[in-house]
C-alpha cells in the first residue's frame, strides 16, 4: 500500500514538513479570505505519498461556481492516489499519455457517482488536478496538468514555470477534469531532476496571490509575504535530497 498523507483542507494546514528517504517536502493550505468571510470551508484538496521508489503529490481546486467543489476536489484526488498506487510506473512508460488519459476517466466516473449520490447534474462538481510524479531511482519526473494551479522549479537560482495555468475566455474561467473536450486541455510533460531541485506544485491561489506581490519565487522563504490571500492557497514544495542518486 502507499504510504500518504492527506490534507481535507477543512482548517489551516501551513507548514507541515515530511521526509521521505530521498525526498522531502513541506504543505500548507489555507482557505481565501472571502471563504473565511463566508463561513466556506477551504475547497482545496491535497495529497502526497510514497510507493517504493515513486513520489507524488496532486492537488486538485473545487471550482466555487459548483454546489459540491469540495466534494468534487476530495473525490478527485482519492482516485488520482488510487490510480498511482496500482499504476505508478505507467507514467513513466512510452504509453504515459494512455496511463493519464485512463485516469482522467476514471475520475470522471467517480464524479459521476458523486453526482448521482448528491443527486445533483456532473456541472456542479467541477474541479481541476495537476500532479507531480518522481521517479528517484532514475530521477525523472512527470507532470499532469488540466486546468489552472502551476508547477515551479526553484534550484539554484534558476527559476523557472515549468506548467503554467490554462485559462478560458477569461482569467475567472479554466478548465476542468469533467470537462467533454478535457483530453484537448490534458499537459503531460517529462523531465530530468538532480538531488539539488527543488519544486512547486500549486493552486491557482498561489499564482494569483503570489504574482501580485511580486512574490512567486519568494516561497521558499513561506508564504507570509504573499498579502492577498482571498483565493484559497494549496501548495506543495518538494525537495530532492542527497541521496537522490543515478542507479
Do not use: W
Not at 58 to 75: E, M, N, R
Not at 155 to 174: D, F, M, Q, V
Amino acid at each position: 500500500m502507499i504510504k500518504s498523507e492527506a490534507v481535507h483542507c477543512t482548517a489551516l494546514t501551513k507548514g507541515e514538513k515530511f521526509l521521505y528517504n530521498k525526498i522531502s517536502y513541506e504543505i500548507y493550505s489555507e482557505a481565501g479570505t472571502y471563504h473565511k468571510q463566508h463561513g466556506i470551508e477551504n475547497q482545496d484538496a491535497i495529497k502526497v505519498g510514497m510507493k517504493d521508489d515513486y513520489f507524488f503529490c496532486a492537488i486538485s481546486d473545487g471550482c466555487g461556481s459548483s454546489k459540491y467543489a469540495k466534494q468534487a476536489a476530495d473525490c478527485t484526488i482519492k482516485y488520482a492516489e488510487k490510480f498511482f498506487n496500482k499504476y505508478c510506473s505507467a507514467f513513466f512508460s512510452d504509453n504515459k499519455r494512455t496511463a493519464c488519459k485512463k485516469m482522467i476517466f476514471g475520475i470522471q466516473n467517480s464524479l459521476r457517482k458523486k453526482a448521482l449520490q448528491f443527486e445533483v447534474s456532473l456541472s456542479e462538481m467541477k474541479c481541476t488536478l495537476v500532479m507531480m510524479i518522481i521517479d528517484t531511482k532514475y530521477q525523472n519526473a512527470t507532470i499532469i496538468h488540466i486546468g489552472d494551479g502551476i508547477v515551479a522549479k526553484i534550484s539554484n537560482g534558476n527559476n523557472r514555470i515549468l506548467s503554467y495555468p490554462e485559462n478560458g475566455a477569461t482569467k475567472n474561467y479554466t478548465y476542468v477534469v469533467n470537462s467533454p473536450n478535457v483530453l484537448n486541455h490534458l499537459r503531460i510533460k517529462s523531465l530530468k531532476i538532480a538531488s539539488s531541485d527543488t519544486f512547486i506544485v500549486a493552486s491557482d491561489g498561489l499564482y494569483e496571490n503570489a504574482y501580485k506581490s511580486s512574490a512567486l519565487f519568494g516561497l521558499l522563504n513561506g508564504l507570509d509575504n504573499i498579502i492577498d490571500k482571498k483565493d484559497d492557497c494549496t501548495y506543495c514544495k518538494i525537495s530532492c535530497n542527497s541521496e537522490l542518486k543515478t542507479v
